[in-house]
């Protein structure tokens, strides 16, 4: 094809050719105003001043000989050949006379790499070169030569691929686009400027090898919103800007199908199509907070996209039925029907429809690809008139569409062949080849956000408060205003303020996603994905009073581990642990001394960290082999105990010890009495602070729970809950189980009432996690009312640079392991002076001492709080005497109650015995007591000295126990 500026556009006729022309190496020679191109083995010639243009073969190389590229070079024309073989060195540069009429000459021969392209370096004649009228100009960016002409300086700036001179300039390009098209190709996202004359494809953006699903732009920015893969990732990119990387978004979803910027107050709305019926949903993600995130439509049947309208307040999606409803922006409202599917039309489900509303028109446009009788596939653009709800067909065409927008009044849309057209008033004009797929394309355009009327954002900050006042989510009202609203899962407390976090929540693991629903609505509850960070992840626990969650992980081919922390207000994630540690297998956290404990089951060891300090010591280091080698670990920060339980089947199958792991005490389980069965390992451990029981599954084929008080007595075992291996969690006496059933897209938990231990539990609810399938590792229930009536051991200005673990009433500075400056001989105990309170014997709790001992009111005067301690009775050991002293292990009634009888029958005969023995040594005592009446004067004389010694000592009120300060127990 020639363009010239005075003939316009001439094609130059290949029935020459024949059917397999391929044109190649193109060359200009401005001398002869001729256009030289090869074919195959022939070098033609166009003469540019002939009409018709016309091409004349020059030369003619010999068969399976291939022009390359050719030059001008004076009056001659070069060009390079391949020769017949490629596997030879006889690859030549020849040249010969523009017409062709002078001999033929060898420049290079028997060149062994194929020369693909050839420039020749013009000639120097000084005298012969025109000026460059671009030496002097003024163009912002680059100058091109051009025709001089009258009213002309034989120059004309031009401006960067895709953009157009200003408005009434000549020299200075505009510094953005203004209005483009984007659509998603086989990879990537690809821009198309409409500022200039014609279509101009930009530069895509790089490293997006990879299908977009969908996406949405923020054209104020130049900013693209776009999921792929599967899982999901979304990510956010500039789009005319290579040197900023991609950001990655904290968002999960299970099918992302369609989303829409709201650019007012800058959110993000999601259509997660799910992967079950009636799962489908459309999220809200705050941009600059991305990790709050809020369900505001659920049970959907197929949602497939959405569009926002800031100045209603609504939002609109369609379904895979084609019904388009709406709702407000945060859901609240009713959910209203804009269209309902004309069922006299048979729809082509293979084609996905796309919205698009003009906000000019108060319009909204979509696909709709049908399957008529006798014609077949027809795709129609439809519209509705959002105030009146009338429907039109706008445009009709035998192609099945795909995407759809407008700009400035001109309607563009896709095919599924990959085809961008422009619609005229008659018919589509084809524009380009966008895609070269047999997929559907997303379509997307930059200026509908700027034909809107402008809208002022009620949440924009000011002055006198932030985010509109609203704490979490700041959405826009349909009047015109702003209402707050809370993460999925939470709720408001007041109009402004949003609940803490875990009021009542259970957050359930998998290897590789962590997810959390709340229990204070049970009808309405929906998980919300927390991150999908994890690998391999084994155990996870909750910080109710910082709003944090922590979770272990290994490394399988590593031999490594770490353990990780996630913060629910900010959603930022942090690494704890990553040195020297192998298999996490169990953590805990103490949320009231801000200490993490874990198990090391490959090292055997105990280990703690302060999450101040970030101070690290190893509590406790379990022997290799040994049966006591520990397995999962829970704790009780308000009662400062350690519960640990062990893998091998033993007699003690958990052992309770302090927070520093002082005084152990072992629980013990025989196994069952009726089938004489072994005693099993524990599977998984359980606390329920709220009752003060402790529960755990076993290994074996019943799945029997078995729970305990934390002194190992008011034993019950809990039948009827297939449990499969699966973890436990309690809370106030009901017991959370994952169901054994496995489901392939969800996960169902069960709550049975263990208010009255019984076999067959009742179900009192059943949740279901959408976003986490596969075996569940771990999962933690929690409330905030445990918090009440807790008072902070450790405060933040105790045991700087160290550990500070809380003990009964003490709180003791533990050196790190690695700290070389903190002397471990020198580690002691944080002194307590204590007070007595008066009154202390109203103010402990009931059965406080379990009977067993007085309880005692305590003032501690370091920290202003206050303590409950027991003074024992003598058989009994502190600290709540709940146990007899030396007593290590509770024993089970058919072991106490033979001991007892053998011990009964033992003092019945040695009564007997004395009896005997007394008749017998009666007389004799008779004889003896004369002899001493004669000896009770002088014994009488001896102990007077003895006497008065004694009542001096009482006087002095030696012998009497006071309390002025105490110390933690030592171990037994």
Sequence with gaps: VVSTQSTGTQLISQDAFGADFRPSSLTLDRDSNSLFFSNKQTLYRVSMRQSP????????????????????????????????DATTCKHRIMATGKLGNSPIEVIREYLCEEPFGIKVHPRRNNDCLAQNPCLENSCSHMCLQSKISEGTKGYRCVCPTGYALKTNSTTECADEIAQYLVYNPLNGVQTVSLDTSFLTPIKEPRNMDFKVTVF???????????????PNKFEVRKLFDDTVDPQSLPIHTIHCSGMAVEWVTNKLYIVDKGNAPDSGLILVIDLARPYLMKHIVTNLQEPLDVVVHPAKGKIYWILASHNIMSTNMDGTAMIETIVSYDSSYRIVTEQRPQLFID?????????????????????????VKLSTKRVEIVHRIKMTLSGVTLINGDLYYTNSQGILYRLDEDKGTYLLQAGAQRSPLFLRSSNSQYSIDPVDNPCANTMNSKNGGCSDFCLLDVEGGAKCSCPTGIELKDTLNCDTPFNQTLVVANSTRISMISLANSDKAIDRVLTGAPRNLRSIDVDIRENKIYWSEINTETNTGAIWM???????????????????????????????????????TLEIISLRTRKRAVLKEYEEGHHLRPHQIVIDPKEKFIFVSYPLPYKIVVTRMWLDSSNEFGIRDDGDMQTKKQTQPVNDLSIDIASQKLYWSSYDSMDHITSCDYAGGKRDVINGITIGGNPISVLNKNVFVPNS??????????????????????????????????????????????????????????????????????????????????????ELETEMITTYIPGIGTRCPDDWCNGHGSCMQILLQSNDTQHFRCDCDD????????????????????????????????????????????????????????????????????REPQNRKLDKLNKAGIGRSYYSHFRAEQPV
């Design 741 to 826: 059933e496995k489901l392939s897209s969800k996960t169902q938990i069960k709550v049975y009432d263990n208010k009255e231990v019984k076999t067959n539990l009742p179900v009192l609810h059943t949740y279901t996690f959408q976003h986490i399938k596969g075996q569940i590792v771990s999962m933690k229930v929690s409330s905030v009312k445990v918090l009440e009536d807790t008072t902070v051991s450790c405060r933040p200005n105790m045991c700087p640079e160290m550990i500070c673990i809380p003990n009964d009433i003490d709180v003791t500075c533990k050196c790190a392991d690695n700290d070389t400056e903190c002397q471990k001989a020198n």
């Design 566 to 604: 996630l913060d629910i207000t900010t959603g930022t994630t942090e690494r704890i642990v990553s040195e020297d540690i192998l298999q996490p297998n169990s953590i805990a956290v103490d949320w009231n001394a801000q200490n993490l404990y874990w198990i090391d089951i490959d090292k055997g």
């Design 53 to 84: 243009l016309t091409a004349v073969p020059i030369i003619t190389r010999p068969d399976a000989t291939t022009i390359k590229s050719s030059d001008i070079w004076g009056d001659k024309i070069v060009w390079s050949e391949l020769g017949p």
């Design 359 to 383: 906000y000019d028109s108060d319009s909204l446009y979509w696909t709709e690809n049908i399957e008529e009788e006798g014609v077949g596939y027809v795709g129609l653009i439809k519209k």
């Design 875 to 942: 058989k009994f050991a502190s600290p709540r005497c709940d146990r007899e002293k030396g007593e290590q292990i509770s024993w089970p009634s058919w072991v106490t109650i033979p001991i007892i009888l053998l011990v009964v029958i033992i003092v019945l005969g040695i009564l007997w015995f004395n009896h005997k023995m007394c008749n017998a040594n009666k007389a004799a005592r008779l004889q003896e007591q004369s002899s001493e009446a004669e000896d009770t004067e002088t014994n009488q004389l001896q």
């Design 216 to 230: 949405d732009l923020d054209a104020r920015n130049n900013i693209v919103y776009y999921c792929y893969s599967n």
